[in-house]
């Protein structure tokens, strides 16, 4: 599943205008939350007792802004560098 969303982050912000992604999940689902974070969101709050499709609930809600992706896949290109080769 990561994989897909980093294919989508990746499409968003290279291929469109887009300057911000966010996401908002409910508390509970502690995979989803740590599948964005493997992607680079970064957790920005807590939003309580809110509407979420049906229900009120508690959700995080999940961010990333171009700036983040950028800085992401440059340490992400580093890493694949051999080194003493650039």
């Not at 912000?13 to 992607?39: G, M, P, Y």
Request: hydrophobic share 35%; proline share 1%; with cysteine.
């Amino acid at each position: 599943m990561t994989e897909a969303l980093v294919r989508a982050v990746t499409f968003c912000f290279e291929e469109t205008e887009l300057q911000r992604l966010w996401a908002d999940v409910h508390t509970q689902n502690i995979v989803s939350c740590k599948t964005l974070e493997k992607a680079g969101f970064k957790c920005e709050g807590l939003i309580r007792e809110d509407k979420m499709v049906n229900t009120y609930c508690d959700y995080y809600l999940y961010g990333m802004i171009k700036a983040d992706y950028i800085e992401i896949s440059k340490s992400k290109s580093a890493l694949r560098e051999k080194p003493g080769k650039k």
